[in-house]
C-alpha cells in the first residue's frame, strides 16, 4: 500500500496559499503581522456590546502582540544609514505607532521568529516583548517585567533588511498593565506601581485576570494592555464586559 506524499515544494506552495488566503488585510490586522493593537474589544460593538468600565472614561483592552522597541542607534544598523522608523499604523496612545519595519528575533539554537514589528518612537534601550507561547518556540525563559526594566534579561539576535543586532538583554514578557491618566488614578483610588485586578467577561471563559501593574501618566488614556496568551485564553475577542477591580488585601493577612 503506498501513501501519496507531498515532496517539500508542494508542501510550502500549499502553506503559502493558505497563508495568503487568510492574511489578507481585512479591516483589522492580523496577529501574524504582529501589529500589536490587534483586539480592542472596546472599539468594536458592531461585533460585541461596547464592554465600558463603569467610571468616566471607557475602558480599553488591547492585545499587544509581540513586538520591538529599538534604538536609533539600532534602526540604522538593522535598515541602513540615516534609516527612520516609518509609521504604518497610529496606536491607541497618541504619539505612538507600529512602524513598517519588522525584524526577525532569533533565539539560542538558531529558531527564529520573523516579521516581528517594530513599536515607535525609538527608545534609549532596545527591547523586545514577547508572549510565553514565543518564549516556548524560541528556547527563551522569559522574565516577566515591566516594560523598561530590562537589567539581567535573557539577549537575542535581531535581523533587518540591511543588519543585525546583538540584544545583550532585553527580551521580556511584559508584565500585564494598565496605564492611567491623573483622572483614572482618582477614579480607582490607586497610584502608579499598584496592582489592580482586570475581570473579563467572555462567554465560558469569564476570568479575573489579577496582578496588573498601574503605570501612570499625563497624557495617557485608560488602557490595559494584555499579551496574546492572555487575550487569547480570556477570549477577549467575545468579551462583553471588562472591568478594573480594586485588589482588596486578603483578610488573613497579616
Ligand atoms: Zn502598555
Known amino acids: 500500500m503506498s501513501v501519496a506524499t507531498p515532496d517539500i515544494q508542494q508542501v510550502q506552495q500549499i502553506v503559502r496559499e493558505v497563508l495568503q488566503r487568510h492574511l489578507q488585510p481585512s479591516g483589522r490586522q492580523p496577529a501574524a503581522n504582529g501589529i500589536p493593537v490587534m483586539r480592542s474589544a472596546a472599539s468594536e460593538p458592531a461585533s460585541a456590546p461596547a464592554p465600558v468600565a463603569s467610571g468616566r472614561n ?3 483592552v488591547n492585545i499587544s502582540a509581540r513586538h520591538v522597541h529599538l534604538t536609533q542607534e539600532h534602526v540604522e544598523i538593522l535598515f541602513g544609514p540615516g534609516a527612520q522608523l516609518t ?12 512602524a ?8 539560542p539554537r538558531r529558531r527564529m521568529l520573523p516579521n516581528v514589528r ?13 508572549a ?8 527563551i525563559d522569559l522574565p516577566v517585567r515591566i516594560s523598561g526594566d ?14 543585525v543586532v546583538e540584544l545583550k538583554q532585553g527580551v521580556i514578557r511584559a508584565m500585564r498593565h494598565v496605564h492611567m491618566g491623573p ?10 506601581g499598584d496592582m489592580i485586578n482586570l475581570r473579563v ?18 497624557d495617557i488614556k485608560l488602557e490595559v494592555h494584555l499579551d496574546t496568551d492572555e487575550g487569547n485564553a480570556v477570549n477577549l475577542d467575545k468579551a462583553s464586559q471588562v472591568e478594573l477591580v480594586r485588589a482588596e488585601p486578603c483578610k488573613c493577612r497579616h
Open 58 to 60: 471607557p475602558l480599553v
Open 87 to 98: 509609521p504604518e499604523k497610529d496606536l491607541y496612545q497618541d504619539g505612538y505607532f507600529a
Open 100 to 107: 513598517k519595519e519588522t525584524v526577525a528575533v532569533v533565539g
Open 118 to 130: 517594530v513599536l515607535g518612537p525609538c527608545r534609549s534601550d532596545s527591547q523586545v516583548e514577547l
Open 132 to 139: 510565553f507561547t514565543d518564549g516556548i518556540s524560541l528556547g
Open 150 to 163: 530590562v537589567a539581567g534579561t535573557p539577549g537575542c539576535l535581531l535581523m533587518g533588511s540591511h543588519g
Open 183 to 192: 483622572d483614572d488614578l482618582r477614579h480607582y483610588g490607586v497610584q502608579d
Open 201 to 218: 467577561e467572555s462567554p465560558f471563559c469569564t476570568t479575573v485576570l489579577e496582578d496588573l501593574a498601574v503605570r501612570a501618566g499625563k
